[in-house]
């Protein structure tokens, strides 16, 4: 994959609690295809940032801290916001004319690529929804039905 993905916290924060995704994420860290990416002040990312998650137009609502920064990331870098969210990015992906990957389009790419089986997947799945993020469907298996 050679698109630039932004994650929100709450996307990214799914993955790193399984032991061989988390190793692959560690070596792609190391082999420089993955990193951190920082919001400096004083930045077209981060004059978006802040107009976001701190001090929002008079009528538009503040969202969360790291639903705008993946949103002014893939802003700035033309990349694509990975995020589960939403009710709070819909407005700025249709804005901005954002590509949008969800949790399910990841899993989905990561079963097709070998790196999970649908167990792996539903284990995932239902320690999002114990976590109370908004899923489509209650299962994994569930969601491979609605896009096949």
């Known amino acids: 994959m050679t698109e630039k993905l932004f994650f929100d916290t709450d996307c990214i924060s799914s993955f790193p609690n ?4 988390r190793r692959k994420v560690r070596d792609l860290c190391l082999n420089g295809e993955i990193s951190t990416q920082e919001i400096l002040a004083n ?22 801290k790291g ?19 939403l009710k709070d990015i819909s407005k700025y992906v249709e804005k901005y004319s954002l590509e949008h990957v969800a949790t399910g389009d990841i ?13 792996a997947g539903n284990k995932i799945w239902s320690k999002m929804i114990a976590k109370r993020r908004i899923l489509p469907t209650a299962t994994f298996t569930e969601y491979l039905g609605t896009i096949e």
């Open 43 to 64: 930045t077209e990312e981060y004059r978006l940032y802040y107009e976001l998650a701190v001090s929002a137009p008079r009528g538009e609502k503040i969202i969360g």
């Open 107 to 119: 899993l989905v790419a990561a079963l097709n690529k070998g790196y999970i089986d649908e167990i």
């Open 18 to 21: 399984i032991p061989h995704i």
């Open 67 to 85: 639903e705008a920064a993946a949103i002014a990331l893939a802003k700035t870098y033309n990349g694509i916001i990975a995020s589960n969210n």
